[in-house]
């Protein structure tokens, strides 16, 4: 019985959550009020309210949702690549297009990231550490294969980090700008000089 309230309770959240992903897509998040939400899902302010205390409490759960799909296709591509080169690839170049698409799916939220850049911030910092736990493995499947000679497997929390929060930093940079350039040849010249100093 628990398990089905439990499954219902779910169901509900994202019921929710979908209906206001709909309405920042259409509207931003200042535009939408905790009403339209609830509206939109089709449920009662209260139960609204019973899940979340904000439309920034919506917001940075549904930004968190759309993350795990993103890190479930990751993890999935890079277990597809071969070699570590590939998978050091696939991690920024399936993060760039997946970044693209949500600028291209919400263009006033992003126009919007200057305002609510905390919001921005502390989302971005939930999925640091995942991220910098992801290229760490990646990194030390390099070293077991003697793919990557140049680095020691102690050196790669450090690497790791400095990668990730270098790769953030430039699209955050983007975002603020308000664009995203076509920088495809941008990011292979980056990642030839990244692999080429990691080998």
Known sequence: ??????????????EILYAAMDLFQKYG????????????????????????????DVFSTAATL????????????????KSAEEKIRLFFTLQEKALRTKVKLYPIIFKESKKHIEL????????????????????????ASGELKSIKKEDCDTIAIAVVYSMHA??????????????????EMMLDILVRGLK
């Open 120 to 143: 921005f911030h502390s989302l971005q910092r939930m999925n640091n550490t995942w991220e910098a736990q992801l290229f760490k493995s990646i990194l030390h499947e390099g070293i």
């Open 170 to 187: 430039t699209q955050l940079t983007l975002l603020l700008e308000g664009n995203m350039p076509a920088a495809e040849d941008r990011t």
């Open 1 to 14: 019985m628990k398990r089905a309230n439990s499954e219902k309770l779910d169901l509900v959240r994202k």
């Open 66 to 81: 759309e993350h795990d799909k993103m890190r479930e296709l990751l993890e999935t591509k890079l277990r597809e690549g």
């Open 29 to 56: 998040i200042d535009k939408t009020t905790m009403e339209d939400i609830a509206e939109a899902s089709g449920k009662g302010k209260s139960t609204l309210y019973y899940y979340f205390k904000t439309k920034e």
